[in-house]
């Protein structure tokens, strides 16, 4: 009797220490998970800053697009250049642009060569192709590209545009509100002087805007060979040569009416002189035989 009653308190014993032990287990890991789901939003203040700011440096910079001002220089050496100035001709208008100079020089005794220097306007995003095409030309010796960046020049006469537009509705405004005709005329020399200068910034801003838009290019030619010029025909040499000797016929002509001129208005002196040299030599036969004839005279006696 008292081993039965014993055994099953020591049951319970072991049920009720068993049942004890699943409960702590399951607290223990319940506040491991809470935790654990917990810790992202429990972080401290310096890791979160630090995941801030390397999500902030790892979004893109948006950069407004550079306004550059370009210009292009290039010489080729080619076979002929009034073809190659055709073949230019020909490139400008595939690409757009347009012809703002040309400068031709013939050949000369200090200058054998043939040269030109053509300057040309072409759209902003069609240079290269363009200097590519003028590079397969002739022979390249040089090729330069220069820009300038004119943004702030940009953003400068756009904000100080908006300004005036601005200063001049206002004025528009006190002007319609004003009532005597000496504030009427000031407030309107006032609105004149503001237009013209919105006249002039808007000129410079659109003459701005369209050298941004269009790039110059210089391109000089020179020819590979010295160029000779044709020979004239028979008929034109024959010509010539009857021009030039009437010409010097005439200048001749000219220079002996000019010394006959001279001659008679000097002709007073001219008979003076002559007369002199008469009358010398006259002298001189009456007078020469007496004196060889003295002293022979003289001798003999």
Same mark, same amino acid.
């Given at each position: 009797?008292?081993?039965?009653t ?34 992202p ?6 890791? !979160?800053?630090?995941n ?7 979004? +893109?910079?948006?950069?407004?697009r ?7 220089a290039?010489s080729? =050496?080619?076979?002929?250049?009034? #073809? =190659?100035?055709?073949?230019v001709?020909?490139?400008?208008n ?8 040309l ?6 005794n200090?200058?054998? !060569? ?6 040309? !306007?072409?759209?902003?995003? /069609?240079?290269? +192709? =363009?200097?590519?095409q ?8 040089? !090729? ?8 702030d020049?940009?953003?400068d006469?756009?904000? /100080?545009?908006t300004n005036?537009?601005?200063t ?8 319609? #509100?004003?009532?005597?005709? #000496?504030?009427v005329?000031?407030?309107?020399q006032?609105?004149?002087?503001? /237009?013209?200068t919105?006249?002039?910034?808007d ?15 210089t ?19 024959v010509?010539?040569? &009857? ?6 016929? /005439?200048a ?9 001129i ?5 002709? +007073? ?13 006259r &002298?001189?036969r009456?007078?020469?035989p007496?004196?060889?004839?003295t ?5 003999s006696?």
């Amino acid at each position: 009797m008292y081993a039965s009653t014993k055994l099953p308190r020591t049951f319970a014993l072991f049920i009720s220490a068993l049942l004890g032990g699943v409960i702590f287990t399951s607290c223990a890991s319940s506040h491991q998970s809470a935790n654990q789901a917990l810790s992202p939003i429990a972080a401290p203040a310096p890791a !979160r800053e630090n995941n801030l700011s390397q999500k902030v440096e790892a979004a +893109p910079i948006a950069r407004s697009r550079p306004q550059l001002i370009k210009k292009a220089a290039i010489s080729l =050496t080619v076979n002929s250049v009034d #073809r =190659t100035i055709d073949a230019v001709s020909q490139i400008i208008n595939q690409q757009q642009g347009d012809l703002i100079g040309l400068k031709q020089q013939q050949p000369k005794n200090d200058n054998p !060569r043939y040269t030109a220097t053509i300057q040309l !306007r072409i759209p902003e995003n /069609r240079l290269e +192709p =363009t200097l590519e095409q003028l590079a397969k030309l002739g022979t390249l010796e040089s !090729r330069n590209i220069t820009a300038e960046d004119v943004g702030d020049r940009l953003v400068d006469f756009q904000a /100080r545009l908006t300004n005036l537009q601005k200063t001049e509705a206002n004025l528009q405004k006190i002007m319609d #509100r004003a009532g005597s005709v #000496r504030d009427v005329l000031s407030v309107a020399q006032e609105l004149s002087n503001v /237009r013209q200068t919105i006249e002039q910034i808007d000129a410079q801003l659109k003459s701005l805007q369209n050298q941004v838009a269009y790039s110059t290019i210089t391109l000089n030619l020179e020819a590979a060979v010295s160029s000779t010029s044709p020979q004239p025909a028979l008929g034109l040499q024959v010509q010539e040569t &009857w021009n030039n000797s009437t010409h010097s016929l /005439r200048a001749f002509s000219v220079g002996l009416l000019k010394l006959g001129i001279w001659l008679i208005v000097y002709s +007073p002196y001219l008979l003076i002189f002559v007369a002199l040299i008469y009358g010398f030599k006259r &002298w001189r036969r009456t007078h020469l035989p007496r004196l060889t004839q003295t002293p022979e005279s003289t001798s003999s006696d």
